[in-house]
């Protein structure tokens, strides 16, 4: 499988997951507030959106090519049918995909609000 094919395919996962834990889907269609997308070399990817409706997505993804393995680490939140906000943190790589539902206050969570940084020495490492 071609980098780019692995890339689309734990973003299409990520998204069909975040439907999944949605447990109602509103009539009105949410609008893009803001959204970013980064290329970080020809390993990986960084993209941040946010929607009217509250829900946001912060994921970036790098593709060791030693290893042969695409990582990928994000946040995604959704306001649930009683109003409550939900932070989900979630990891993908060669041990599977990991959640981690967080409840507390996300407006105090700082990586909501940006895109999550990687260093250009970590890119580096993996540009060989």
Do not use: W
Not at 15 to 34: A, F, G, H
Not at 61 to 74: C, N, P, Q, S, Y
Not at 90 to 95: K, L, V
């Amino acid at each position: 499988m071609k980098i780019k094919d692995k890339i689309l395919f734990f973003i299409s996962l990520g998204s069909i997951i975040q439907l999944i834990s949605c447990n109602s889907i509103k009539t009105i269609k949410p609008q893009i507030v803001k959204y970013e997308f980064h290329q970080l070399s020809k390993f990986g990817y960084s993209f941040f959106y946010q929607l009217s409706d509250g829900h946001i997505r912060n994921e970036t993804g790098l593709f060791d090519d030693k290893a042969g393995i695409l990582r990928v680490t994000g946040i995604y939140s959704y306001i649930d049918e009683d109003q409550n906000k939900h932070l989900v943190r979630y990891s993908a790589d060669e041990n599977g995909f990991v959640t981690n539902d967080d409840t507390e206050d996300i407006e105090a969570d700082i990586s909501i609000n940006q895109p999550m940084e990687i260093s250009s020495a970590a890119v580096a490492t993996l540009s060989g």
